[in-house]
């Protein structure tokens, strides 16, 4: 996503009509950048599918057989902020327990803690007691989703017995509780922005410290 703080950030411009045909994945990344350039600039009440349209550099005709509706694609930019906590990665499959929790944690920090994500974020909040749809449309997506790669990763632990944990999923939500928890909750209120990736990495290592110190099982091998 190339918008920040409500405003494009360089590279994102309008495309002129009437070029040849792009892959779909393109397409679909052009049309998820410009909704959330629309989105933030004017709102989601005030945002309209002709601005979309228009940004993306496609007919409305066309954007709306993409998207039948402003929810939907809207629904579709939501997914496109949670997309990266979800992909499957080498790290995920790290035979050393700490360091796979240590790298998933902390590139979906550095995701979720970004000035664009968090923006997205807060236009949901401020929106949504007019627009419930925007609620609904996250949870939406967040049941569509499955599970995280942390949630993988830590069922995958549970299963074998190494962690005395029940349940994979409070588990990754406690994790990222304590990673983004409460930076989260002030970027949202626009008291703090967001924090450098060395202190990022350290609030992590102390957090997967933590975790681990009451989670593993004394018995299993040592984690190196």
């Not at 803690?113 to 949870?139: D, K, N, T, Y």
Request: aromatic share 4%.
């Amino acid at each position: 996503m190339t918008v920040e703080n409500g405003a494009a950030t360089g590279g994102l411009e309008r495309r002129k009509p009437g070029r040849d045909p792009m892959p779909e994945a393109m397409r679909a990344r052009l049309v998820c950048d410009a909704a959330a350039h629309v989105f933030l600039r004017d709102g989601y009440v005030a945002s309209r599918m002709d601005d979309v349209a228009r940004v993306a550099g496609m007919s409305k005709r066309t954007l709306y057989q993409l998207y039948p509706s402003k929810a939907a694609l809207f629904e579709a930019t939501i997914a496109d902020v949670l997309a990266p906590l979800h992909l499957d990665t080498e790290m995920e499959r790290d035979p050393d327990l700490r360091r796979s929790l240590n790298g998933i944690l902390l590139a979906a920090a550095q995701h979720l803690l970004s000035p664009a994500q968090s923006a997205i974020f807060r236009l949901v909040i401020a929106e949504g007691h007019r627009s419930p749809e925007l609620a609904e449309a996250f949870h939406r997506v967040k049941l569509s989703r499955g599970a995280s790669a942390l949630q993988r990763r830590l069922a995958v632990e549970i299963q074998a017995g190494r962690l005395k944990l029940a349940d994979a999923g409070e588990a990754s939500r406690m994790l990222f509780g304590m990673v983004c928890g409460a930076t989260q909750m002030m970027m949202l209120l626009g008291v703090c922005a967001a924090p450098e990736t060395t202190d990022l990495a350290v609030l992590v290592r102390d957090a997967v410290e933590v975790f681990l110190g009451g989670a593993l099982r004394q018995a299993s091998a040592p984690v190196v």
